[in-house]
């Protein structure tokens, strides 16, 4: 993501400059929908662009927004307005809880469910909402005309100008790897579960903004505001401008304004077409109309930030020892770890060896939060962590790198710099040599030697017996869930039990 | 009992193509149309309607995975999401156009009236809808359970990657899955079109009501989608019939809300064992 | 036939041959084993029963005469015993039938509980289950990635005691393994990896006792 260019930013200046300074009243209005569109794709952006989250309820906000102001008009005036950016985003927090932490298609059906509870509301709840008369005659109390236009568009402004700058640094790639790799993000101490909460209210909240314009321009407020074809418009247009550009809300909604118009022969043919269109960019320019103007002036999607290790490799963290006691975790029946205790201090380094099957993953994810332990203890100094999430672990001071990849594009290299540059005190490395050329391993044993210089602990699995001799102070021996050798590589690699382990001697013995 | 019909065809596709398909709804409408339509211009027996309603659906239903879902298997759960809503717009909007939005009535597979029997007047077309559905039902539960190519079905389903492995040609058997799906939601579409009659718009109540069935019963389970469609079913009856229908459908958004919130891998949710 | 049933450049395993593919975890076993089905590219050119198979996709080679037990056994969860059994078979009604009635016999874990639903089924049932379907259509080479994860003893011996016994009937068996004493004892020759490349050939007693090995196997 990048900051907005010049371009970028004349175009959106010129729209509404050209409308209140040519264009006739009927074309003002048109302006002013698409920047009241515009609002509502620019919240949507947040979960669904940025998180990617399969969000269904940003049109049911909408309309509640729209009715929130119709409601509030007549007694608050131009008060109206943050009171609907609250009624829709109180219940988007309240919502948000249990919803958020579903799984994707389970969100999405649960954002569709509310969805309906809304629309349900808006028909029947006459009493309140009119029923499917809806409401009117409140718009005298709220901005209208050139001036509608003026405030829609300075939201608008300012809503974009905002979106480009946060999400274009350090926001836009933790996003990134919350939407990509959720566990990653997990072990640099992102909190999904706070980032998604937010994108939703503020998404929400955009959302009842955009729909109390809406109320403004209209006059009227009927339930078809909180249907789902709104919510239908909302997401094609966010995706046919670009789900994440900072104009792709604008120019979505600028054709989703346009199009009726231009196509205003072939009634409700506009809605075929426009369906088409979508599912055209998704196959085939999945960033978008907006993406799509900035590949053609030359501009290059910016490459993501790739981390490299910093050049200070001192731990920001404090704790001083990490220990392991007596870690017991069972699946199913088995016991993937039987029982397994050792510690690492700062400025050590520690390789965990043992064949396949004998619990080194495990191991890590247990100590890392990605799974629970059923028994034993975990400690940093005198801090328990068996029962706290991946990423409040990881602001405890502890950073990991993971067997398989989970990024596009992503490497190796790529992956232990980001684990590298949180500035844990302790770091667990999960086969870091894998497919590595010998020269990069040399490489990664002078990193481990200053990082343990630099006073880090670390933990290493890996099976490269002589990167492990070169690398480590101490060897761990796993064998199906127990520790059997814990000494200097030297003497855990002479050690017959050791020996026997890796050939598979012990079974035929039995 | 139609209900069951589309959430049988929505899991089937589901555990196929490891997608939703939101387009899944709008098949049960053009299964509706494609029997006002044919069964207007060809005047033929409802009954001979329901194979050419079924062959028609099925070629959709292979032609929406082609265009919206197989592409797209590679990307990120997004771009299917996008790409299913997408096609349920394009066949919504298309019907509009082609044949307008006004509701049409389908051909009843019985005709219409009622039978008295013992006393008590039971709708011809209602009647029809349960035998036809339960037919088709205990034929799907055959094909699987039963048959060969069910078995390969499942396998599918189960372990794309191992089924390739033993020599199952998995293509053709997701081609094949998609297409059940298809025509099983398109002859729904027939069924219900008499009483409930034929609108474009129809199509995400539709969805909607399979999505929940499916999240109910346990997500990717053929016996669990069944038995939340029959639950859905006679909820609804119930709460209507005391309450309204407005109620009626509140009160069952709420219930998945709930249950979603409670135990999110549905109430028959598939425990340890089953492959994510 | 004799000849190659498989051949991939570097080594061969012929007609009636157990042989152990050998190496740490990241040498590169499943990624060979994987090549060879078609699930991966491979620098090397697979021969399978003579035939270049570069162009064949997976189904079509496992169409040749190929049987497969992947690492973690992957039995198809939902199926019973007897399901997993015929969905795998290329036979037809009867024929189909009578296969898998000899195959529950043949594994007598199996016949036991012939109506289990998979998922149900201890690791060592699983296991077999895995061999007994890639053998449904009598492959002439079979592939097992580290058929004895996991398992206890008792079944450890069973299952690799039947691998001479296939042999013995034609069959070219590959066994990866990581344990290379239990893979030695039940093979003729072997072959060791690491990070894909062969560092070892040789007859399976000569490797065996070679005091060198347990350095070659821990070497990733």
């Known amino acids: 993501m990048r900051p907005l260019g010049a371009f970028w930013l004349a175009a959106l200046l010129a729209l509404p400059i050209f409308a209140l300074a040519v264009l006739p009243p009927f074309g003002q209005r048109m302006v002013t929908l698409v920047g009241i569109y515009a609002l509502m794709g620019l919240g949507y952006q947040l979960v669904f662009g940025q998180l990617g989250a399969l969000n269904l309820a940003q049109g049911a906000l909408f309309g509640v927004g729209a009715y929130a102001a119709a409601l509030a008009a007549p007694t608050l ?240 963290s404090g704790a001083q020892r990490l220990v392991l006691d007596t870690v017991v975790k069972r699946f199913g029946g088995v016991d993937a770890l039987a029982g397994v205790s050792f510690s690492v201090g700062r400025g050590e380094i520690v390789g965990l060896i043992g064949p396949n099957g004998s619990g080194k993953t495990t191991l890590l994810n247990v100590i890392g939060g990605l799974d629970r332990a059923d028994g034993g203890a975990i400690t940093l100094d005198d801090m328990h962590l068996e029962h706290l999430p991946p990423h409040a672990i990881a602001r405890k001071g502890l950073g990991r790198t993971f067997q398989t990849l989970m990024l596009e594009g992503d490497t190796r290299s790529a992956d232990l710099a980001r684990a590298v540059s949180t500035g844990a005190a302790f770091l667990l490395l999960d086969e870091p040599a894998a497919g590595a050329t010998d020269r990069e391993r040399g490489q990664l044993v002078s990193l481990l030697h200053r990082l343990r210089d630099a006073g880090r602990g670390v933990v290493i699995v890996d099976h490269d017996i002589e990167l492990l001799t070169r690398a480590c102070d101490r060897l761990v021996c796993l064998d199906r869930g127990k520790v059997i050798a814990i000494g200097r590589p030297a003497e855990v690699r002479a050690d017959p039990q050791v020996r026997a382990s890796f050939l598979g001697l012990a079974e035929v013995a039995a | 009992m139609a209900y069951a019909l589309v959430a049988l065809g929505f899991v089937l596709a589901l555990n196929a193509a490891g997608a939703v398909n939101f387009a899944h709804g709008d098949l049960v409408v053009l299964g509706g149309a494609v029997a006002v339509v044919v069964g207007q211009s060809t005047g033929l027996a409802a009954p001979l309607l329901l194979p050419l309603v079924a062959l028609a659906l099925g070629a959709a239903g292979i032609v929406a995975a082609r265009v919206a879902i197989l592409p797209l298997a590679a990307r990120p759960p997004e771009a299917t999401f996008v790409a299913t809503i997408a096609l349920a717009a394009i066949i919504e909007h298309g019907l509009t156009v082609t044949l307008g939005a006004a509701p049409r009535t389908a051909p009843a597979l019985a005709g219409s009236g009622s039978f008295d029997i013992a006393g008590l007047a039971l709708g011809r077309q209602p009647l029809a809808i349960v035998v036809a559905g339960s037919i088709l039902v205990a034929g799907v539960w055959f094909l699987l359970e039963r048959t060969q190519t069910g078995r390969r079905m499942r396998a599918v389903s189960s372990d794309r990657h191992m089924a390739r492995a033993v020599g199952i040609p998995v293509g053709r058997y997701i081609m094949l899955s998609l297409a059940l799906a298809g025509a099983l939601a398109g002859i729904a579409g027939f069924l219900l079109g008499h009483q409930f009659l034929v609108a474009p718009t129809q199509g995400a109540g539709h969805m909607l009501k399979a999505y929940i069935a499916v999240a109910l019963g346990g997500w990717g389970s053929v016996p669990g989608a069944l038995l939340g469609a029959l639950g859905i079913g006679f909820f609804e009856t119930f709460v209507s019939a005391g309450f309204g229908d407005a109620w009626a459908s509140a009160a069952l958004y709420v219930g998945i809300l709930v249950v979603l919130a409670v135990r999110p891998q549905g109430l028959f949710g598939e425990p340890v064992g089953r492959r994510a | 036939m004799s000849g190659n049933f498989l051949d991939v450049g570097d080594f061969v395993v012929k007609a009636g041959e157990v042989v152990a593919l050998l190496g740490g975890n990241g040498a590169g076993k499943t990624a060979l084993l994987e090549g060879v089905l078609g699930f991966r590219p491979m620098a090397r050119t697979v021969k399978l029963f003579g035939q270049d198979v570069s162009s064949l996709a997976v189904e079509q080679r496992v169409a040749l005469g190929v049987g497969y037990v992947p690492e973690g056994r992957r039995v198809f969860a939902g199926l019973t015993v007897r399901e997993n059994l015929a969905a795998c078979s290329t036979a037809s009604g009867a024929q189909r039938r009578h296969r898998v009635d000899e195959m529950l016999v043949l594994f007598p874990m199996l016949g036991e509980r012939p109506d289990a639903r998979a998922w149900l089924l201890s690791g060592g049932q699983q296991q077999m289950l895995a061999l007994a379907r890639a053998l449904m259509n009598k492959p002439r080479l079979l592939l097992m990635d580290e058929p004895t994860l996991g398992l206890a003893p008792l079944v450890v011996a069973d299952l690799l005691r039947r691998l001479p016994q296939m042999a013995a009937e034609g069959t070219a068996i590959l066994l990866a393994e990581q344990r290379a004493a239990l893979a030695l004892g039940a093979a003729s020759r072997g072959v060791v990896l690491s990070r894909g490349q062969i560092v070892r050939t040789g007859p399976a007693a000569e490797l065996a006792a070679d005091p060198a090995l347990a350095d070659l196997m821990a070497g990733g």
């Open chain 1, 77 to 316: 005036g131009m008060l109206a307005l943050p009171v609907a950016i609250l009624g829709a985003a109180l219940p988007a927090a309240l919502a948000a809880g249990p919803v958020l932490r579903l799984q994707s298609h389970y969100f999405a059906l649960a954002t569709l469910a509310l969805a309906s509870i809304v629309n349900l509301v808006a028909v029947h709840a006459e009493g309140l909402t009119g029923g499917a008369n809806g409401l009117s005659g409140f718009a005298l109390a709220l901005p209208r005309g050139p001036v509608l236009l003026v405030t829609v568009w300075f939201c608008v402004i300012a809503a974009v100008l905002i979106y480009a700058q946060l999400f274009c640094s350090r926001l836009g790639d933790e996003a990134r790897l919350l939407r990509e790799a959720p566990l990653v993000a997990a072990t640099l101490g992102i909190d999904g579960g706070r980032w998604r909460l937010a994108a939703f209210v503020v998404g929400g909240a955009l959302a009842g903004l955009a729909g109390a314009f809406s109320a403004a321009i209209s006059g009227v407020v009927s339930p078809d505001v909180t249907g789902f074809s709104v919510m239908v418009l909302c997401l094609t247009f966010v995706v046919i401008g670009g789900s994440r550009h900072p104009m792709g809300a604008v120019i979505g909604a600028l054709l989703a304004v346009c199009l009726p118009e231009i196509l205003r022969d072939f009634q409700g043919a506009w809605l075929l077409v426009y369906a088409v269109a979508t599912l055209a960019i998704v196959r085939w320019v999945p960033g978008g109309l907006a993406e799509l103007i900035d590949r053609l002036r030359g501009v290059r999607s910016p490459v993501p930030h790739t981390p490299a290790v910093p050049e200070r490799l001192l731990a920001t």
